[in-house]
């Protein structure tokens, strides 16, 4: 068994890939920290050096935000295999703890967007019978993802088709 999925399947406390802080940031980014800076530079050339500070200041301060708000997402994120369910813990202004029994999992997508592919993320998520199940985990890398995915369906009690 290669090094991923001995970790993957620790029964310790798991957390989230630290590249996912980048797929937090970048849309934050984009519609937070550019739109200042399109303005400060359009002030500088229109001859607005008060404006253009301000711009820049209010950039710096949504750029430093939305690290702030990517960290604290990161380090709340958590999952754990407990002896009979999955344990999630999210949630950095709620914080949210949720149980997934294992003999209640009935399939386990995998899924990646644009952002996640980019950084060879992708995200699990956990289906039952209950329409309010609370059982994704994004951001992981590939290898574990694959590891998590398996052992799930063997506590599961479940072939690797899940």
């Given amino acids: ?8 399947m620790d029964d310790g406390v798991q957390r989230l890939d630290p590249r996912m ?6 849309p934050s980014y984009l519609f937070t920290v550019l739109p200042p800076l399109v303005i400060a530079a359009s002030a500088a050339v229109a001859g607005e050096p008060l404006a253009a500070v301000v711009a820049v200041a209010v950039a710096v301060l949504m750029a430093l ?6 960290s604290l997402i990161l380090r709340r994120w958590s999952y754990r295999f407990g002896e009979h369910a999955l344990e999630l813990q ?3 202004l709620v914080h949210r703890t949720s149980v997934v ?22 995200g699990l998520t956990l289906r039952t019978a209950s329409a309010s199940t609370d059982g994704t985990i994004p951001g992981l890398e590939v290898a574990r993802a694959d590891a998590l995915r398996r052992e799930l369906a063997t506590r599961a009690g479940r072939d690797d088709a899940v």
């Fill in 65 to 70: 935000t939305g690290w702030v708000r990517a």
């Fill in 90 to 92: 999210h949630g950095w």
């Fill in 101 to 122: 029994p294992y003999h209640r999992i009935q399939t386990v997508e995998q899924s990646a967007g644009p952002m996640m592919r980019w950084f060879g993320l992708v």
């Fill in 1 to 8: 068994m290669d090094d991923a999925m001995d970790d993957a």
């Fill in 21 to 26: 802080r980048w797929v937090l940031l970048a």
